[in-house]
């Protein structure tokens, strides 16, 4: 079976990405969400083990010191990290595996897993952004302005992203990341291999064996 492909999905915080990441799951079967471990506060509405394991700061770096998470950033003063086990069960299962981080984690997933891709979600505009942000109703003014800040400085990273999509209409916004994902599984870069045999079988074939 082939090794399903890593997909990092950074956004904006309020760019709608675990609303778009749970439609996608529902829609198509061959992805798995990994997910992070987090010393944030869960908002309301939040369960430990669904949107993210909520952790203290000190079993966060016990995680850090037994090299349990593939890459781990601090975002707006809490520590953000992704599993390691879960990731590469599920990539060895043949499933797309998803991560939805912010821009440093994707910086370092590349630096491990060049091919690796990763795509820039963005609410239709900037007001739309600020309008997500509050309608949450869950934030304080601190952590809005504290977002809005982080997400001026990650504008200036969007092309590091292989490929960016507006987040307006939901259904439409998923199946472009879907097809997105069927077409760069396709790249050549990404089947380094299947082009080895190919060349191989070929080179056998034209010589008689
Ligand atoms: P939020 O607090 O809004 O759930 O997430 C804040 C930011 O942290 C988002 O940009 C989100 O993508 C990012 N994030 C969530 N999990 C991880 C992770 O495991 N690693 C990194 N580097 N960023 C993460």
Redesign the pocket.
């Known amino acids: 079976m082939n090794r399903g492909i890593l997909i990092v999905l950074?956004g904006f915080?309020g760019a709608g990405?675990g609303t778009l990441m749970k439609e996608l799951m529902k829609t198509y079967d061959n992805y798995a969400l990994s997910i992070?471990?987090?010393t944030?506060n869960p908002r309301p509405g939040e369960v430990d083990g669904r949107e993210y394991f909520f952790s203290t700061r000190e079993t966060f770096e016990e995680k850090i010191a037994q090299n349990g998470l593939i890459?781990?950033?601090e975002?707006?003063g809490n520590y953000?990290?992704?599993p390691r086990d879960y990731v590469e069960e599920q990539l060895a299962k043949g499933k797309d595996v998803i991560?939805?981080?912010?821009i440093?984690?994707m910086r370092k997933v590349k630096q491990m897993f060049p091919e690796m891709l990763p795509l820039f979600v963005t609410p239709p505009s900037a007001a739309e952004l600020e309008r997500r942000l509050r309608g949450r109703g869950t934030e304080t003014e601190e952590v809005i302005k504290s977002r809005l800040m982080r997400a001026a400085g990650e504008a200036d990273g969007v092309e590091d992203y292989e490929y960016i999509v507006i987040n307006d209409d939901l259904q439409t916004c998923v199946s472009q990341i879907h097809g997105i994902v069927q077409a760069a599984k396709s790249a050549t870069a990404r089947n380094t291999q299947l082009i080895h045999d190919i060349r191989k079988e070929i080179g056998d074939l034209s010589k008689g064996e």
């Not at 991560?99 to 912010?102: T, V, Y």
């Open positions: 950074s915080s990405k992070s471990m987090t944030r890459e781990y950033a975002y707006c953000y990290g992704t991560l939805e981080i912010e440093q984690g």
